[in-house]
Nanobody, 128 residues
Framework: EVQLQASGGGLVQPGGSLRLSCTAS????????MSWLRQAPGKGEEWVSA????????YYGKSVTGRFTISRDNAKNTLYLQMDSLKSEDTAVYYC?????????????????????RGQGTQVTVSS
């Protein structure tokens, strides 16, 4: 059974940082690309970032480029999202998702049909 568990969320002031983690089990983690997405209150889902199975081929949404960094540790079956210079508009529930493929590409990394599983989310609140 595929399981994805996000953690590391919390309350942070604007300009602060958080690092989210996603622990994966039930599949061969280093065979698949992974992604982060988020959903803010009253808004639709937004794909945040994606990374290839070997840690290469990272993509970022326009709203987070230059502030967020995605990475993975295949030995620990864990995906990360380092979030710096946080803004109030980053407030959302953050989820990790597993792709059905080894890599994702510029034309499909932010498409729902590139992924087959997503886990429970972690709340990030950016507020003073």
């Amino acid at each position: 059974e595929v399981q994805l568990q996000a953690s590391g969320g919390g309350l942070v002031q604007p300009g602060g940082s958080l690092r989210l983690s996603c622990t994966a089990s039930g599949f061969t983690f280093d065979d698949f690309a992974m992604s982060w997405l988020r959903q803010a209150p009253g808004k639709g889902e937004e794909w945040v970032s994606a990374i290839g199975s070997n840690g290469r081929g990272a993509y970022y949404g326009k709203s987070v480029t230059g502030r967020f960094t995605i990475s993975r540790d295949n030995a620990k079956n864990t995906l990360y999202l380092q979030m710096d210079s946080l803004k109030s508009e980053d407030t959302a529930v953050y989820y990790c998702a597993k792709s059905w493929g080894t890599f994702v590409y510029a034309n499909n990394w932010d498409q729902d049909n590139s992924y087959d599983y997503r886990g429970q989310g972690t709340q990030v609140t950016v507020s003073s």
